[in-house]
Every structure is written in structure tokens, then in C-alpha cells.
């Protein structure tokens, strides 16, 4: 059984930066105990990566505050996160969800798990539950919707509490599980 986790823009422009919350911060922990649960090479990470010319772009004008400038202290994932998991793959992703993440590991189960759905599952935690862990679930569910994925609730935090309640309806009328909610 490959069981992979995805850990969601844990970046400190979403912690404590530019569109921190106090939900983001009280996460940080459980986000450290849940990675500790994987093997080392079975984990994935994603990195919200924009551009200087940010503000210019189609997100830029319908959220105007810079964030995850690629190279900026925002841009990095936590250090504590990034230190409990030394062997992750990042995966860089100038939108919400990425395609190239859902292709990567579609190829994995293709590979390692011979296309068999018992020999795979994924599981989510990050940020924001209401957008990007919402938008990633969604792709990897469309990409092999036989394989089990779920999200950790409590590994999980929105833009609000409300729109973090409402993502992770959404992930279950979607056949996502979703855990510890």
C-alpha cells in the first residue's frame, strides 16, 4: 500500500505573513505530528509561487496583496514543517490546484501501484482548506477516482472558519473523506 500525504502551501505568507490567521498558525503542530505519520519519501508538498509582476494577473486583481513572491521569506513553507520533512517533493504552482501535481502522482499509481486503487491512498492537510487544499482534492480526484483520498480537518484551515466548514462539505459530496472534522 503506497500512502501518500500532500501538504498543502504551508508557507509563512499564509501562517503569519501577508493572509495569515490565527486558524493557519494553531494548525502548525498538528501539521508536524500528521507528517511524522508518513514515510519520508511518500511526501509532497505544494509551494503557492507568483511573480513579481503578481498584481498584473487575473488573481492579483481579485486578491490585491502580494503573497508568495517566489524567493521572499512569504514564499518558503515554514521552517519547522520544511525540517520534519527533508525528503519531500515540492511542487511549485502559480495557481490554486495544480495539474502537474495530479499528473505526477496519477503516474505514480500507474507505476508503482499498477493502476489497482487497494494499493493506493493520499490524504491532504494545509492551507487553505477553501481554496488551494479544496482545488488540489478535487484535481487528484478527478485524476484517479477510484483511489481513497481524504483530508485531515484539524491538519486544515480556511480563509474563515466558515468557508473552511463549507470546502470540506464540498470535498465530502465529492467522495472525499474527510477526517477529524
Same mark, same amino acid.
Given at each position: 500500500?503506497?500512502?501518500?500525504?500532500?501538504?498543502?502551501?504551508?508557507?509563512?505568507?499564509?501562517?503569519?505573513?501577508?493572509?495569515?490567521?490565527?486558524?493557519?498558525?494553531?494548525?502548525?503542530?498538528?501539521?508536524?505530528?500528521?507528517?511524522?505519520?508518513?514515510?519520508?519519501?511518500?511526501?509532497?508538498?505544494?509551494?503557492?509561487?507568483?511573480?513579481?509582476?503578481?498584481?498584473?494577473?487575473?488573481?492579483?486583481?481579485?486578491?490585491?496583496?502580494?503573497?508568495?513572491?517566489?524567493?521572499?521569506?512569504?514564499? !518558503? =513553507?515554514?521552517?519547522?514543517?520544511? #525540517? +520534519?520533512?527533508?525528503?519531500? /517533493?515540492?511542487?511549485?504552482?502559480? %495557481?490554486?490546484?495544480?495539474?502537474?501535481?495530479?499528473?505526477?502522482?496519477?503516474?505514480?499509481?500507474?507505476?508503482?501501484?499498477?493502476?489497482?486503487?487497494?494499493?493506493?491512498?493520499?490524504?491532504?492537510?494545509?492551507?487553505?482548506?477553501?481554496?488551494?487544499?479544496?482545488?488540489?482534492?478535487?484535481?487528484?480526484?478527478?485524476?484517479?477516482? !477510484? =483511489?481513497?483520498?481524504?483530508?485531515? #480537518? +484539524?491538519?486544515?484551515?480556511? /480563509?474563515?472558519?466558515?468557508?473552511? %466548514?463549507?470546502?470540506?462539505?464540498?470535498?465530502?459530496?465529492?467522495?472525499?473523506?474527510?477526517?477529524?472534522?
Amino acid at each position: 500500500m503506497k500512502k501518500i500525504l500532500v501538504v498543502v502551501d504551508m508557507q509563512n505568507d499564509f501562517i503569519d505573513g501577508a493572509l495569515g490567521t490565527k486558524e493557519a498558525e494553531a494548525i502548525v503542530p498538528a501539521v508536524i505530528e500528521k507528517i511524522k505519520t508518513y514515510a519520508p519519501d511518500c511526501i509532497y508538498a505544494t509551494r503557492d509561487t507568483h511573480g513579481e509582476n503578481y498584481l498584473q494577473t487575473q488573481e492579483g486583481k481579485n486578491l490585491p496583496v502580494p503573497h508568495c513572491i517566489k524567493g521572499t521569506d512569504g514564499w !518558503e =513553507v515554514r521552517p519547522e514543517i520544511a #525540517a +520534519a520533512m527533508p525528503q519531500a /517533493v515540492y511542487v511549485d504552482k502559480p %495557481s490554486f490546484g495544480s495539474p502537474a501535481l495530479a499528473h505526477m502522482l496519477s503516474a505514480l499509481f500507474m507505476k508503482e501501484c499498477e493502476g489497482d486503487p487497494e494499493r493506493m491512498e493520499i490524504e491532504l492537510a494545509g492551507l487553505c482548506t477553501d481554496i488551494c487544499v479544496v482545488s488540489n482534492a478535487l484535481l487528484l480526484k478527478a485524476a484517479m477516482p !477510484e =483511489v481513497k483520498i481524504s483530508v485531515d #480537518a +484539524a491538519c486544515c484551515a480556511g /480563509v474563515t472558519p466558515q468557508s473552511h %466548514s463549507a470546502a470540506l462539505t464540498t470535498m465530502q459530496m465529492c467522495q472525499i473523506e474527510v477526517k477529524n472534522q
